[in-house]
């Protein structure tokens, strides 16, 4: 939770490199935390949600749209109240 706290924190200060570097790590950790099982899809879907919008911030859009597809791809069930969170980043 620190490291998730800690890139918001860097992304409000522009500190883009250090803000996916805390997502990088925070993710690392949840899965290590697992034990080997994968993470939930909508733990997955915020993870990649979280990178893009950093790689967006930094114009780096290729990059960022890459990581909003792999959002996109994520499969919920069809009704899922996240199921929608990716089209929003989409424009």
Aim: proline share 2%.
């Amino acid at each position: 939770r620190t490291l998730l706290e800690s890139s918001n924190m860097y992304m409000i200060d522009r500190k883009y490199s250090k803000a996916l570097e805390a997502l990088k790590k925070a993710r690392q950790e949840w899965i290590k935390k697992l034990a080997g099982d994968t993470l939930k899809g909508e733990v997955e879907m915020y993870f990649d949600i979280s990178i893009g919008q950093v790689y967006e911030e930094t114009n780096n859009l290729k990059v960022a749209l890459r990581y909003f597809m792999k959002a996109r791809s994520i499969d919920l069930y069809y009704n899922h109240p996240d199921k929608a969170f990716p089209f929003s980043c989409l424009g």
